[in-house]
């Protein structure tokens, strides 16, 4: 096994569990090591610290293991999945039966760098966002074969564009067990279709459970308006919530047609739902002043730090839009799910907006991500997605 040394002073991050280590921190390394290989990391006294998976870039090494003598195979993979299998139960997301869809596993908050794997009823999706997560695939597959036995019947791998395209690993997306296409799952007794073949992440935006069941509780009676809403979430949330009217509006008419589907899914022939194919910031200048609950729920604005001034921009302006617009009394829910843009950046940003549109607005809830998106308490830059529900006189 090739052996990474570090440059003096540079093991204190993984002396506190930070499951990182960054290209500019490493001395020399000791051999040719291939992307995606395993590797030991030591301090520049030569004194083991952790091992794992190393990868040409910024983030040289993610670490699996602080420990010198845990060998990285089947059985590592099963304890792992079990640990997080074990913490889903727990919070009682596979134990519910009108919920079956759930992430099992979240990459760094589970101590599982570059591996992300929601399950969607009997088949489990899985991605790699790393080399070395991509090699051992199959390994993991049986891992997660045998830790869900009975309770999934197929694994769907999702890579194609996780990957780094320089390490010329040539993802294929397809079924590593299985193969079922029946592609409904159900949330919280709503049933959504699944789209793991072509559809955005996994198929579905699983992190955004949580704020949906609350914009439930916010929407009877009113005139609700979800912005880029892609699979319709929030939307069929607010027509189970008896809102009196929900517009769904996203640029992509595949997105429009996977919302009219969920939306026919669940409330057959309900008249109180449209859907829009349009630009958003397009919708809200035309728009007039008919919404008093509005879903701010963009793509990234940010996917890095380089991108952070324009995305803060782009969010003021958005929320701009919407504050000018909603109804006295509306409720406005909104989001960023750039992991590059703080929760401080952002809430001064809805700020600046709020006090642009001359508005009184109060914080009525501060939203994260849902329990089984975890933050590692040691890798605090896995807090990635932000909201606040506010309500604006």
Known sequence: MHKVYLKSGKEESLKRFHPWVFSGAIASIEGKVQEGEVVEVYTSKKEFIAKGHYQIGSIAVRVLSFLQDETIDLDFWKRKLHIAYDMRRSIGLTTNPANNTYRLVHGEGDNLP?????????TAVMQAHSAGMHLERMTIAEALSEIMEGKIENIYYKSETTLPYKADLYP????LKGGSTDNIAQE???KFHIDWLKGQKTGFFVDQRENRALLERYAPGRSVLNMFCYTGGFSVYAMRGNAKLVH??????KAIALTNNNIELNFPDDTRHTAFAEDAFKYLDQMGDQYDLIVLDPPAFAKHRDALRNALQGYRKLNLKA??????????????????????????????????????VRILHQLTQPADHPVNIYHPEGEYLKGLVLYVE
């Open 188 to 190: 919280y007794g709503l």
């Open 323 to 360: 504050f000018e617009k909603i109804k006295p009394g509306g409720i406005l829910f909104t989001f960023s799910c750039s992991q590059a843009v703080s929760k401080e950046n952002f809430r001064t940003t809805v700020f600046t907006a709020a006090a642009m549109s001359g508005r009184s």
């Open 172 to 175: 294929e997306n397809g079924f």
């Open 114 to 122: 570059g591996l992300v794997i929601d399950v969607y009823a009997k």
């Open 248 to 253: 769904s509006v996203d640029s992509s008419a």
